[in-house]
C-alpha cells in the first residue's frame, strides 16, 4: 500500500493533553519563570537552599509518610508496577518448572522483589510442582481446582517494585535526609524545592492532577517557636513580593501524641453522639480520623461541627506553651494571622503547629499554601528522631490569583524585527541580529527575504518596537535604518551609534 493510502483509510488519532494535566504557553510561562525567580531570591536570604528529588519513589515511602487512610494515599495516587525488563515469558505447561526456578532465580538476585507476600508464593508454587510433575500430565486434567490456586499465585507475584508519582515532597525531603546522612550538616537543615506533584483528584478551577508546588523544610535542630514564625514570615515575605492581593493567614496547633489521642477520643465521642446528623464521608471519618470532620465543608454540618470541643482547650501544657509563643514570635514579626480552631490539614504527619494562606480570585480551591510542623516523620522512615517544618506553595494557584489580579505580564514583543532585502544585506543582518542579541535585545531576524510592506506588518504583529530597516543602500553606505514603529519616526545610525541609541532608550524605558 502506498503511504498516501495509508493517509486516506486512518484519519490520524488527534492526541489531547490527559484529563487534569495541561500545557503552560507564553506569555504565562514568563509570569511562572518570575515566580520561580522571585522563590530563588526570597528562599535564599533566609538561608535556604534548593533541593531535587525524584519525581517518583517507593509507594510505601508516601504511605507511610502521608497516612493510608488519607484521601491522598487512599485514593488519588498514580501507582505502577516497576517491571524488570528481563521478563520470563509465558510457559506452556510442559515448561512450568522451569518458569518457577527461573522467577527463583530473579527473586533471589533481587530483579524480582523479595517481598514476604512473593516468598510466601513461590514456595507454594515450588510445592504444587513438587507434588504434580512427578505424576505425569495425565493427572493434570483431574485436578482443575490446584491448578487455579496455582495460577492464582503465579499471577499475584509481583514481578516488580511499587513506585508512585509524588502526590507532595515533604516524604522525598525526609527520605534524602536520612539517606543522604544530612543529620550530620550543620543543623537546622534549610531546604526548598519546586516543581510537579501528581493527585487523582476530580479536575476543576485551581485544581489539576499534575500541579506544581514550591516548597520549604526546615529539618533538624530545635522545635524553637522562632523557626515556625520564621517560615510564615518567608512565605509571606515570598507572596509580598509578588504583590499578591487578599492574603488570609490562617494558624492552629493540632498538639502532639501526648495530648492529640485524647482530644480525638473526646471528638470522636461527641460526633458519635450525633453522628445521624452528618453525611457518609463524615460518619465514616468519625471511625478512621475524626479531625478530618472539621474540615469538612458540607453546609448542613456546619451547624454540628460549631458546638464541638476546640482542641486549644485541651492541649497539653508543652503544647500551649509552644503555640503561644509561635503566636509571640508572629507578632515581633508583624505577620497577621487569624486563628483557626478547625484547620487540621488533611496529611497524618503534622503535628503542633499548622497553618494555611488562602488568596482571592480563586473561587472553592482559594488555599494557595499549606504547612505545619512534623517532628517525627524522619523518625518515622527509619532515621533518627528530629524535629521539621515546612510548607508549600500551590504555584498553579498562585498564578492563577496573580492573573485575576491583573499582575500577569503582557505578551512580550520583540524589540527589533530586521526587514532585511537582498544577499548582501542578508549577510549584514546576520551580523546586526549577532550583536544585538549579544547586548540582550531580542531580535527577530527573518528566514527569507520580505518585501518592506509586508516586512514592517510582520514587526507589528509580534509587537516589536523597532524596525531595523537593511537594503543595498544602506550596506552601500554603511548606515543603518531604525524605525520606531510606535510613531514611524525613522533615523539613520552608523553600526556602534545604532547600538549606542538602543542601548540609551532602553535604559529610559525600563
Ligand atoms: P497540601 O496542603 O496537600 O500540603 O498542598 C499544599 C498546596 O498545594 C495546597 O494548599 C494547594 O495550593 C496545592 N495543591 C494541592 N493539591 C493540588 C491540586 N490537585 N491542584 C492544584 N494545587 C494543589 C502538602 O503538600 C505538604 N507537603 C505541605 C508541607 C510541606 N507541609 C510541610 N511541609
Not at 501507582?79 to 506452556?92: G, K, M, R, S, Y
Not at 483528584?201 to 506544581?212: A, H, I, L, T, V
Not at 515575605?237 to 496547633?253: A, K, P, V, Y
Not at 517532628?375 to 527509619?382: I, S
Request: glycine content about 8%; some cysteine.
Amino acid at each position: 500500500m502506498s503511504e498516501g493510502a495509508v493517509k486516506k483509510e486512518e484519519k490520524p488519532r488527534k492526541f489531547q493533553a490527559i484529563r487534569g494535566t495541561r500545557d503552560l504557553l507564553p506569555p504565562e510561562t514568563t509570569l511562572w519563570n518570575r515566580v520561580e525567580q522571585t522563590a530563588h531570591e526570597v528562599f535564599s536570604t533566609f538561608g535556604f537552599g534548593e533541593i531535587r528529588v525524584p519525581i517518583f519513589e517507593s509507594a510505601d515511602l508516601f504511605a507511610r509518610s502521608i497516612g493510608a487512610e488519607t484521601d491522598v494515599v487512599s485514593k488519588e495516587m498514580y501507582t505502577f508496577e516497576d517491571h524488570p525488563a528481563e521478563l520470563p515469558p509465558q510457559p506452556i505447561m510442559g515448561e512450568m518448572p522451569a518458569h518457577i526456578k527461573e522467577i527463583g532465580r530473579l527473586m533471589e538476585s533481587g530483579i524480582i522483589p523479595r517481598t514476604e507476600a512473593n516468598v510466601n508464593s513461590l514456595n507454594r508454587l515450588n510445592s504444587f510442582i513438587e507434588e504434580m510433575y512427578p505424576l505425569g500430565e495425565k493427572t493434570f486434567e483431574n485436578a482443575a481446582q490446584k491448578w487455579m490456586e496455582f495460577f492464582f499465585y503465579l499471577d499475584g507475584i509481583q514481578l516488580g517494585d511499587q513506585v508512585t508519582l509524588r502526590p507532595e515532597a515533604t516524604a522525598s525531603v525526609a527520605r534524602a535526609y536520612i539517606e543522604r546522612g544530612m543529620h550530620t550538616w550543620p543543623s537546622p537543615v534549610k531546604l526548598y524545592y519546586m516543581g510537579p506533584m501528581f493527585r487523582r483528584e476530580r479536575p476543576q478551577k485551581g485544581r489539576y492532577r499534575q500541579f506544581y508546588q514550591i516548597g520549604a523544610e526546615v529539618l533538624g535542630g530545635t522545635d524553637a517557636p522562632a523557626i515556625d514564625a520564621e517560615v510564615i514570615e518567608m512565605v509571606m515575605t515570598f507572596f509580598d513580593r509578588l504583590e499578591l492581593q487578599g492574603l488570609q493567614l490562617d494558624i492552629n496547633s493540632i498538639g502532639d501524641r501526648n495530648c492529640r489521642p485524647k482530644y480525638v477520643e473526646l471528638l470522636r465521642a461527641e460526633l458519635l453522639k450525633v453522628k445521624d446528623k452528618l453525611g457518609p464521608d463524615s460518619q465514616r471519618r468519625i471511625e478512621t480520623n475524626p479531625l478530618r470532620v472539621l474540615d469538612s465543608k458540607l453546609e448542613s454540618e456546619q451547624g454540628i461541627i460549631a458546638t464541638l470541643p476546640h482542641i486549644a482547650n485541651h492541649l497539653c501544657e508543652e503544647c500551649a506553651a509552644h503555640y503561644a509563643a509561635v503566636k509571640h514570635q508572629l507578632e515581633m514579626r508583624g505577620v497577621i494571622y487569624r486563628e483557626n480552631w478547625r484547620l487540621v490539614r488533611g496529611l497524618d504527619y503534622y503535628m503542633r503547629t499548622t497553618f494555611e494562606i488562602t488568596a482571592q480570585g480563586l473561587g472553592s480551591q482559594n488555599a494557595v499554601c499549606g504547612g505545619g510542623r512534623y517532628d517525627g516523620l524522619v523518625e518515622l522512615l527509619g532515621g533518627p528522631p528530629t524535629k521539621g517544618i515546612g510548607f508549600a506553595i500551590g504555584e498553579d494557584r498562585l498564578i492563577l490569583s496573580l492573573q485575576e489580579s491583573g499582575k500577569a505580564p503582557a505578551q512580550q514583543g520583540r524589540d527589533v524585527y530586521i526587514a532585511w532585502m537582498g544577499e548582501r544585506a542578508h549577510a549584514t543582518a546576520i551580523r546586526a541580529a549577532k550583536v544585538l542579541r549579544k547586548a540582550d535585545f531580542s531580535v527577530e531576524l527573518p528566514p527569507v527575504e520580505q518585501k518592506f510592506g509586508k516586512a514592517l506588518g510582520q514587526a507589528d504583529k509580534l509587537g516589536a518596537k523597532y524596525a531595523l530597516i537593511l537594503g543595498d543602500d544602506e550596506v552601500s553606505e554603511g548606515l543603518w535604518t531604525l524605525k520606531t514603529l510606535a510613531d514611524g519616526s525613522q533615523a539613520k545610525y552608523t553600526e556602534p551609534d545604532l547600538l549606542d541609541h538602543l542601548r540609551k532608550s532602553k535604559a529610559v524605558s525600563s
